[in-house]
């Protein structure tokens, strides 16, 4: 059986003592060069890893942050991730990352506990996912109990926890206030779930409910795409708000591949229906490049037929045929900001927890491009609209 290696069989091997390795090892580099390459690379070629329990008992602290969040295969999430562990990485610290869409029949809480039993030092809570569940006040009570510092990033806020998350509300207005700007009056929120029933759906749906009340239009009901019906009045300025799922359905959080058919089948569901809108404010990007997909299919233009924005400034935001307005998420800064933070925390300062808002800059495209013929097409169609307000033709 091979054995494990050892800081004291590694210092036998190079000639040294047991506390030039360990010091080596653990960031203390005032020794000559030669004398730290001929370390690492004898701690890389046996794959040394150090003993965290022991180092735990021996220094009292283990040097290590957990990274909880849930982005399955998406991108945004997964870019948190990395620029947490980059920005770990840059300290003294090590990370530990648990994505709860991996653990197949895991709870959140049972991750947690992992965390706890690996003799974390903090930990970062990544994303709405990790506190929609019903676990959560004893997730809360388990890591104030245990005295675990942590660090909320967009996910709502808890008692105590500094939380720093991208102002979704103000990105939503700043998109909708966009789409106003280019003449059209007749704008649909397309939201992923029941906003009330999401964190980012409510502030989303408050974003887009406040650019259009704040240019003098009124806001229709919230419908479900499976019940969808024309809603539009004769005249002015107007904005309907969809959701994707049944009423009944809980919000759980999905893989991309899973957003993707849910919104090809939603698009494909009210295309038939004969949906006319003149801008679509979609929840994020892989909706928009949905959107617009599927509209092509159906012989309709972006952004002539109707413009469409996204949000998160993902790759599929200039990847498709027609590259999308976006709002971006400033995750680096966001990751670094969230670092600062817990470490802040870790050595004592456990001033009560506030939410810092970060901007969501716009990212203007031609999913949105300027165009007067919205204008011109609503003054001259030839249809008449019925005494409900319904528009039998697209841009009528």
Not at 146 to 172: K, L, R
Not at 260 to 289: C, R
């Amino acid at each position: 059986m091979k054995k494990h290696t050892t800081l004291a069989s590694m210092a036998k091997t190079l000639g040294l003592s047991r506390s030039t390795v360990s010091e080596i090892l653990n960031g203390k580099e005032n020794y000559s060069k030669e004398t730290v390459s001929r370390v690492k690379n004898l701690a890389a070629a046996r794959h040394y890893h150090p003993n965290r329990a022991a180092q735990a008992t021996r220094r009292g602290r283990s040097n290590l942050i957990g990274i909880l969040h849930s982005g399955g295969t998406l991108q945004v999430p997964n870019e948190r991730a990395y620029h947490l562990g980059k920005a770990i990485g840059a300290t003294a610290h090590e990370f530990l990352v648990g994505d709860w869409l991996w653990h197949s029949g895991s709870s959140l809480l049972s991750l947690v506990r992992l965390m706890l039993a690996s003799r974390v030092e903090g930990i970062i809570f990544s994303d709405a996912a990790t506190f929609t569940h019903a676990d959560t006040r004893e997730i809360l009570d388990l890591i104030n109990s245990a005295d675990i510092p942590a660090v909320i990033i967009s996910a709502p806020h808890q008692p105590n926890i500094p939380a720093i998350n991208a102002d979704f509300e103000q990105g939503f207005y700043d998109l909708t206030r966009h789409l106003l700007s280019t003449g059209r009056e007749r704008l649909t929120l397309q939201l992923a779930d029941r906003a009330e029933s999401s964190w980012h759906g409510i502030l989303r749906q408050r974003g887009f409910c406040r650019a259009i009340q704040e240019a003098g239009g009124v806001i229709h009901d919230a419908l479900s795409v499976w019940e969808y019906r024309k809603r539009w009045k004769r005249r002015g300025l107007q904005g309907e708000i969809l959701f994707a799922t049944p009423p009944a359905a809980p919000w759980t959080p999905a893989p991309f591949s899973f957003q993707h058919d849910l919104a090809q089948q939603v698009y494909e569901s009210l295309f038939q229906k004969g949906f006319a809108t003149e801008g679509i404010v979609a929840s994020n990007d892989e909706w928009a490049a949905s959107i617009i997909n599927t509209g092509l299919r159906h012989g309709l233009s972006v952004p002539g037929t109707f413009g469409v924005t996204g949000f998160d400034n993902s790759f599929l935001s200039t990847m498709g045929p027609v590259p999308i307005t976006t709002a971006s998420q400033e995750t680096e800064q966001t990751c670094r900001m969230a670092v600062d933070i817990l470490l802040q925390r870790i050595q004592g300062n456990r001033e009560p927890g506030a939410t810092v808002l970060m901007p969501c800059p716009l990212l203007l495209r031609e999913s949105t491009t300027t165009t007067q013929a919205i204008t011109g097409a609503r003054a001259s169609c030839p249809h008449d609209c019925n005494e409900a307000g319904e528009t039998p033709a697209l841009l009528c």
